[in-house]
């Protein structure tokens, strides 16, 4: 059932219910403002009303796919209006985002969502309760439609800037998990840039339409939501800053580990050469005497001055010279 509620309304108040075409039809016979509000409609009811209303072709096909970015277009008397609305999931520290059209033109107002969000009966009941609102016309719908979803952005903001400190408290704890949570926090940040970006220029556009058709000097109902709408990109536009920042942080934080993690290698690097050093030059320095006295512990009878007297003492003395020596050559190198 794509039909959600259509009603005509004179005076602001309801005084018919029934099909789309029906309040459509019955709103152009006998005057008044009809407001068909739908959900996912298939092609042959959008086309059933794009007869009724002649409503641009283009308009029609974009309501049909559906995954349209925000904006305002003008045909004619008509306007045609995209909004993202946005709810902000605690558990998953994600932004859910729906899509709302609205076909606005003399006499009528179409509303179609593409997402449970937002809850646009809630909104015409409110209005329902304000006759001397919905009395304004199509455009006092428009007006309530683009607040409630403005509105609806506050809370988004507020769940992503508590997520922003959190990230800042992770940020300097070590945490390897922070950068997985950065990235996809951005992600968040750009999806909600892309949907409220334009809404600045939409509502400037949407004041100027409000005045040509009313006549009046001003629209003061929607430079509010202008002004909350402008609040909300200016704080939007500072996460993705502070973001941008974090990282950048993050990386470089990642990078001094590394550096010092490099040091430390080298350090134990040097060190470690160093004991190499030393053991090398001890063990060169104890080869000589092992040598000396390996050659002579041979007990061979014939050997050279093995029964003369200063043998003993010469090979004693031979042993430490070259182990002097060798002390000394290695002393002077810094190996010892």
Known sequence: ?????AAVYRNGRRILSGTATEVLHEARAFGGMAWVGLYRPDAEEMHAIAEVLDLHPLAVEDTLKGH???KLERYGDMTFLVLQPARYIDDTETVEFGEVHVFVGPGYVITVRHAENPDL???RHTLEARPEVLALGPYAVVWAVCDDIVDQYRPV??????????????????????SKRIFGLQ???????????????MFDRLQKIVMEVTGAQEAPAFRDVDDHARQIVEQVDTFRV???????VHATMVDQENNEAMRRMAEFGIEQNDQVKKVSAWAAILFA???????????????P???????????VGLMAATSFTLYRVFKSRGWL
């Open 1 to 5: 059932m794509t039909l959600v509620d």
């Open 68 to 70: 349209q970015r925000a």
């Open 121 to 123: 009966a809630a909104v």
């Open 157 to 178: 903001v507020a769940g992503v800037e508590n997520d922003i400190d959190e990230i800042e408290d992770e940020l300097f704890s070590g945490d390897p998990a922070v």
């Open 187 to 201: 992600r968040e940040v750009i999806d909600l840039q892309h949907a409220t970006a334009p809404l600045v220029s």
């Open 242 to 248: 502070t973001l941008d920042s974090a990282l950048t």
């Open 289 to 303: 005497p092992t040598l000396v006295g390996t050659i002579y512990g041979m007990n061979f009878e014939y050997m």
């Open 305 to 315: 001055e093995l029964h003369w007297v200063f043998g003993y003492p010469m090979a």
